[in-house]
C-alpha cells in the first residue's frame, strides 16, 4: 500500500480535531458529574452510598481513558502539523506509519482509530 495522499492526512487532522473537541468537553462534563456524586453522598435519595461510590469510580475510570485518549489525539495531531506548510506532505510525515516496526497503518484501522500509532500487529503485541 502506498504513503497516504494529502487529501487522507488533511481527513484524518478533521477527526483529530474533532475528537480532540468532543474529549475536552467530555472531559468538562464528566468533572461536573464527578461533584454531583460526591454532593450525593450527604442526601438521601434513590441512590445509595455504595451506588454513588460506584458511579463516580466508573466516572473516574472514564475521565481516565478520554485522558488517555487526548493524549494520544493530541500526540498525533504534532506528528501530523509537524514541517513547514502546517500540514506535512507526503512522504515527509510520519503520521501513519507504525512507530513500532515503520510499516504503513492500515487506513481502515486509521479511521476507526485517528490517532493510532502502531499498526495492528505491534498493537497486539503491547497489550499482550
Ligand atoms: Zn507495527
Request: hydrophobic content about 35%; aromatic content about 4%; proline content about 1%.
Amino acid at each position: 500500500m502506498d504513503e497516504l495522499t494529502d487529501k487522507q492526512l488533511n481527513g484524518f487532522r478533521q477527526s483529530l480535531m474533532n475528537t480532540r473537541e468532543e474529549l475536552l468537553v467530555l472531559l468538562d462534563i464528566s468533572a461536573e458529574a464527578g461533584e454531583a456524586v460526591v454532593l450525593d453522598q450527604t442526601r438521601v435519595g434513590r441512590l445509595s452510598r455504595m451506588d454513588a461510590l460506584q458511579q463516580q469510580q466508573m466516572s473516574n475510570a472514564c475521565r481516565a481513558g478520554y485522558k488517555k485518549r487526548l493524549v494520544e489525539v493530541q500526540h498525533a495531531l504534532s506528528v501530523l502539523e509537524q514541517g513547514d506548510s502546517g500540514l506535512c506532505g507526503s512522504g515527509s510525515c510520519d503520521y501513519g506509519w507504525c512507530e513500532q516496526c515503520g510499516e504503513l497503518i492500515d487506513i481502515h484501522r486509521l479511521e476507526v482509530k485517528p490517532e493510532s500509532r502502531f499498526c495492528v500487529g505491534c498493537q497486539q503485541a503491547t497489550e499482550t
